[in-house]
């Protein structure tokens, strides 16, 4: 599983980041966590702000901090 | 980095159907005026109705926006209808009493006229 968490970097995205870190470890799940602060590369997935989170291509959050249950919960699925 | 890198609190997603008449395209004018302005931030209703994930979450997370439809055809409410994102506030412009035509040539009070009431709406 590919997750991605969009944003350059603000207070927000570093929350969100673990976040999903946390929710990767306590479920287990085999995950790679990556932080995307390219702008043109965020631009890419059409979001309306950040920060965002994508799983496997799939934007399942955006402009918001997720919990680490709303991440857990798109995890096991 | 700064603390407000990310999206802003209270940032006013807004659609307009950007339609091919004066009144689509009046519709597109004020969403550009109004983002100018610090309003809100127009999005692209295009890549909403074309199903695009980005725009589609962005849309369902935004927790204030305005859609703006020319006329009463409504074809920015049916997209998000179809895409099952919740019209939060909306707005019909041949309801303000402005004729639709082919006139591209856009009348300054006219914009003005749409702009207050998207502000009206969003209150």
């Known amino acids: 599983m590919e997750i991605k968490v969009l944003g350059?970097?603000?207070?927000?995205?570093?929350?969100?980041?673990?976040?999903?870190?946390?929710?990767?470890?306590?479920?287990?799940?085999?995950?790679?966590?990556?932080?995307?602060?390219?702008?043109?590369?965020?631009?890419?997935?059409?979001?309306?702000?950040?920060p965002s989170v994508v799983i496997d291509g799939e934007v399942k959050s955006v402009g918001k901090i997720p919990t680490k249950e709303d991440v857990k919960s798109w995890l096991n699925k | 980095m700064a603390e407000e890198c990310c999206t802003p609190g209270?940032?006013?997603?807004?659609?307009?159907?950007?339609?091919?008449?004066?009144?689509?395209?009046?519709?597109?004018q004020a969403a550009?005026?109004?983002?100018?302005?610090?309003?809100?931030?127009?999005?692209?209703?295009?890549?909403?109705?074309?199903?695009l994930g980005g725009f589609v979450q962005s849309a369902k997370d935004i927790p204030s926006m305005v859609a703006i439809d020319g006329c009463e055809v409504g074809c920015?409410?049916?997209?998000?209808?179809?895409a099952e994102i919740p019209t939060?506030?909306?707005?019909?412009?041949?309801?303000?009493?402005?004729?639709?035509?082919?006139?591209?040539?856009?009348?300054a009070e006219d914009i003005q006229k749409v702009k207050a009431a998207i502000r009206s709406v969003c209150e």
Do not use: R, W
């Not at chain 1, 929350?15 to 890419?44: F, Y």
């Not at chain 2, 940032?11 to 519709?27: D, E, K, R, T």
């Not at chain 2, 009493?97 to 591209?104: A, L, M, R, S, T």
């Open chain 2, 32 to 51: 550009i005026e109004l983002t100018q302005e610090g309003f809100g931030k127009m999005f692209c209703l295009a890549g909403i109705g074309g199903h």
């Open chain 2, 88 to 107: 939060k506030n909306y707005l019909v412009l041949t309801a303000l009493g402005i004729e639709k035509n082919k006139d591209f040539n856009l009348k």
């Open chain 2, 10 to 28: 209270g940032n006013i997603m807004i659609l307009a159907c950007s339609g091919g008449s004066n009144v689509g395209q009046l519709s597109n």
């Open chain 1, 8 to 50: 350059p970097g603000c207070p927000k995205c570093k929350q969100t980041e673990q976040n999903v870190k946390d929710a990767v470890a306590e479920t287990g799940v085999d995950a790679t966590v990556e932080k995307v602060t390219d702008i043109m590369e965020i631009a890419g997935y059409g979001v309306f702000g950040t």
């Open chain 2, 76 to 82: 920015a409410k049916a997209i998000l209808e179809h």
